[in-house]
Nanobody
Framework: QVQLVESGGGSVQPGGSLRLSCAGS????????MAWFRQAPGKEREGVAA????????VYADSVKGRFTISRDNTKNTLYLQMNSLKPEDTAMYYC???????????????WGQGTQVTVSS
């Protein structure tokens, strides 16, 4: 059974930073491509960033390029999302996902966490 548990969400002012973490268990973590998605109220779930199994290859949505950084530590079975220069439009529930093809399409990912809320507001 694959389990993904996100943490690190919270409330922050515009321009601030947060680092999300996603701890994985129940599988060979290093063999799975992983990604972060987000979903705001009333909107579709959208891909934010994806990373290859070894971490050398990353993909970002245009809306977060230059502000967010995805990384992983396979020795700790943990995925990260460093978010800088946060904007109100970044407010959403953030989910980590595993087992996809490395892109930002939600339907390609097999395993999902429960999400962590990020709120950006002054």
């Amino acid at each position: 059974q694959v389990q993904l548990v996100e943490s690190g969400g919270g409330s922050v002012q515009p321009g601030g930073s947060l680092r999300l973490s996603c701890a994985g268990s129940g599988y060979t973590y290093s063999r799975l491509r992983m990604a972060w998605f987000r979903q705001a109220p009333g909107k579709e779930r959208e891909g934010v960033a994806a990373i290859s199994t070894g971490g050398a290859s990353t993909v970002y949505a245009d809306s977060v390029k230059g502000r967010f950084t995805i990384s992983r530590d396979n020795t700790k079975n943990t995925l990260y999302l460093q978010m800088n220069s946060l904007k109100p439009e970044d407010t959403a529930m953030y989910y980590c996902a595993a087992g996809g093809g490395g892109g930002l399409t939600r339907y390609e990912y097999r395993y999902w966490g429960q999400g962590t809320q990020v709120t950006v507001s002054s």
